[in-house]
């Protein structure tokens, strides 16, 4: 399988890579347009902050490219929120995708809870194959300040504060919050059946 990880200045990449290292994947890291879109699979990973991302992105062509995709494509985390219209981050207008998903930063009333978001937390009403074989109830790994609302395109919701978007899939496109790259057992399984889309 021709599978490439979008590189950009935001990517967890080598995570992701160890991640399907186990699974018994190797991918190629690329910001190629050619080989992004001749991939079986894209997964496009991030960690950082929205408006700079998206610079780049838009400097590269990146944020039409993405866009037209028609195969498989992983958003992770930040890559996630990207695919969606709008980011509060900065006032971060995203590719739109997800359209009219807006991601906004958590402010708890309640001072106990932390942000951003650090830890494992459960994943719930759970839709669609990328979640085929998991449990309601699972618990993944979270590093997040910002969310995406609840929408018609979530397919996995999440308990923080507030219910917010843990999953969202339109088409060939589909994005997790959570880092299946480090949410052991589940993660794996999850990244295994985006594999075998």
């Known amino acids: 399988m021709n599978l490439v990880i979008i590189k950009y200045n935001a990517g967890n990449i080598q995570s992701v890579l160890f991640a399907l290292e186990r699974l018994g994947m190797s991918a190629t890291v ?3 347009p050619d080989l992004i879109r001749g991939a079986d699979k894209v997964i496009f990973p991030g960690v950082g902050e929205a408006s700079t991302a998206m610079q780049y992105l838009r400097q590269n062509k990146l944020d039409q490219l993405i866009p037209s995709l028609t195969q498989p494509v992983l958003g992770i ?8 219209e ?6 971060t207008r995203c ?6 998903v807006l991601v906004t930063r958590f402010n708890p009333e309640d001072r106990s809870i932390k942000v951003p978001q650090i830890g494992w937390n459960k994943i719930n009403a759970l839709q669609g194959p990328l979640f085929n074989g998991i449990e309601d109830g699972a618990y993944c790994y979270y590093v997040h300040g910002y969310y995406a609302g609840i929408s018609p395109y979530t397919v996995a919701s999440t308990h923080y504060d507030l219910l917010y978007s843990a999953a969202l899939q339109k088409n060939n496109f589909y994005g ?9 057992a589940t993660g794996e399984h999850i990244l295994k059946n985006f594999l075998t889309l």
């Open 77 to 84: 985390c930040l890559g996630m929120q990207l695919l969606c």
């Open 86 to 91: 709008y980011s509060a981050e900065n006032d």
């Open 95 to 100: 590719m739109g995708i997800f359209d009219q």
């Open 176 to 184: 997790v919050q959570f880092h299946p790259e480090k949410s052991a």
């Open 30 to 32: 690329t910001d190629d």
